[in-house]
């Protein structure tokens, strides 16, 4: 694993991908010590107000040495040296931090890892100029471990850093939380609730970790999953991997049906064991509403049916009896309610008072949701101000009102130009929107050839077109072919492996690195892009381009492949995920933990440009964020948690940040998680 040094500003922080350091044992009465000396800085002048970059290609291979007993160590490469200097109107240099992490090697192997950071305190250098050399830096490491070296200051005072754990020394506490989304009905086959096993603990886990769901009566389950978890129906999961310390393991996804007489509140409770920590325990109340009494069990919209009720967004077309009306056409009111509470969550919102339609007074019994569809520019009129509220929805229609709901944008992006089926083509008015609905995998037309564009709706095909469109449920499952496949190694682009989109789901425990390179040589500046994948990922995914030389990659991050692993999520766990394919945009809540970082994509490229914008939480809460329709992906920590789609509605400005703020969130993010950053040059 390649590092470097890098010397940023701590306002405007630095780069984007990271190696964490690591921690070594010494041998029990060895002694330590770390000499590093800076000699290769040039003396640079700097007449104007800027940022100014400079790089020592000689590095610091002659310059670093660690000894253990008797044994002297060198590094395992050549660490050119780069830094920033931001020069003020007054020629005042900037507050600069350095770090560095190092890895040493005897025969071959890596056996030692050092940490340092030096910071300069603000200084003002006659004539803006830097010295021709610093000071040497030396000091001894403690003989049980290498835990951190920090000199402060230019004192070079030596203290332990506290980023690094002692590993085994700690204990692991594991916690668990369960969850479901609305009530269950019932009767109703399939309802979900999903479980999170996290790790508050100081070490990571060791030993088995078993799950147990204690299903309430009413309630039999009837599967339990979740990626890298081995699960039986009882239901009992459990997992033998290591969870580090502060990590998350993928989420469990527990399946139920509901008994026709289920009490009409229970509670679901579930414990963690296991993993040398003590037992965890956590609950869920759960209200069992009562199912509609015409959709019969054979009825194939039935699971659409009961998520529509079970998420609050319809209570049917009868109260006494409970009755749905499958068979019925839905008119464009109805479809109004359907959508906007699809989109905002609720009933719970403004809209303009001022009738929009001349066929909508105010007195119009559904008069609240056309207006505030037609404030989302989700409505669709049928003439000058014209609405006809009572017409029925035509399945053309139906797909303008999903993708509009779904995106947010009057009319789709990108969608394929080539038509789907045979009575939709590039001329049909809705054509745009019908084929993003094909393309998302919402339809699947009303023959294999044809859509019927026409023909109006049912109630019952609108609860899966809802579903499907606005929660991302339900989905068709993706046809997973094993494809391309590559795992560790270091691979050539166009001979070995093609330039494309690569998905793999990394080891829990973290530890996955690749990197895009430009030459084989070893030198930082043949990165063009790196990520380290910290615990508890469920996917990463890297877009390698044609212009690449190679492309590496370790044992951590398993086995890649050209095609998604997961297919479409109706949450977000941990980890990098496709915009659209895989998780809906819209607005997202987690209760996240202190350290929790994201990041809204362009694309995957690893580079810094690929952030649109990033957030750093420092303590723990409640967090928001809205994915646009326009992002292509979506990444999260482990520390985040679970983001829950509270509403398809975008509740903030989209707007990319600048680059400097992308960096210092980065930055703030991987100093706290005493990460040492190892990022390219050009991604300076």
Known sequence: MKTTIVMALAMMAIALRTVEAQCYQF????????????????????????????????????????????????????????????VSSDATLNFSVLDLSVGFTTANQTVAAASLSVDWS??????GTLPAALPPISGSIPSTMVVGVEFVDTTYTLTSATSCSTGPSGTSALSVAISHIGGFLQGQPFAQYSVLVHNGGTAPTSGTVFVTDFLPPGLTASIASGPGWACNTQPICSRSDALPAGGSYPLITVTVSVA?????????????????????????????????????????????????????????????????????NITEAQMAVFIVRSVI????????????FSDVPASYLYFPWIQKMQDLGIAVSCGVNEFCPETPVTRGIMAVLIIRGRYGTSIPTSYPTTAYFTDVTPAYPFFPWIQKMKEQGITTGCTPTTYCPDTPVTRGQMAVFIIRGMFNLLLPSPVISSGLTFGAGQYLIGKDIPAGRYYTVPAVAGGCYWERLSGLGGSLGEIIANDFIEAGFAQAI?????????????????????????????????????????????????????????????????????????????SAGNQLVSIAASDVGFSSTAECGVWTRVSSQLLSSQSAESPAEVKNRNWLMKRSKGVRIQTPLGER
């Open 27 to 86: 041998s029990s009465g060895a002694t330590a010590s770390l000499t590093v000396n800076i000699t290769h800085l040039p003396p640079p002048t700097m007449p104007q107000p800027g940022i100014y970059q400079y790089t020592s290609s000689s590095g610091l291979a002659g310059d670093i040495s660690l000894t253990v007993g008797q044994t002297t160590y060198t590094p395992v490469s050549s660490i050119p040296v780069s830094f920033d200097i931001t």
């Open 122 to 127: 603000a200084a003002l250098f006659p004539n």
């Open 260 to 328: 026709p007489f289920a009490s009409s509140q229970v509670s679901n409770q579930v414990t963690v064991s296991g993993g040398g920590s003590a037992t965890a325990t956590a609950s869920d109340p759960t209200t069992i509403l009562p199912a509609f009494t015409d959709v019969m069990p054979s009825d194939s919209f039935l699971p659409a049916i009961d998520l529509l009720k079970e998420f609050g967004i319809t209570s049917g077309c009868s109260a006494q009896p409970p009755l749905y009306c499958s068979t019925s």
């Open 345 to 356: 969550g609720g009933d719970n919102f403004t809209y303009t008072q001022t009738p929009y």
């Open 542 to 618: 890297v877009d390698i381009a044609a212009s690449d030389l190679a492309f590496s990659t370790n044992a951590n991050c398993g086995t890649w492949y050209n095609t998604p692993r997961l297919g479409a999520q109706s949450s977000i766990p941990s980890g990098t995920w496709l915009v659209g394919a895989q998780i809906a945009p819209g607005t997202y809540q987690a209760s996240a933990q202190s350290g929790c970082y994201w990041e809204r994509l362009r694309d995957f490229s690893g580079s810094l440009s690929a952030i649109i914008t990033n957030d750093f939480v420092s």
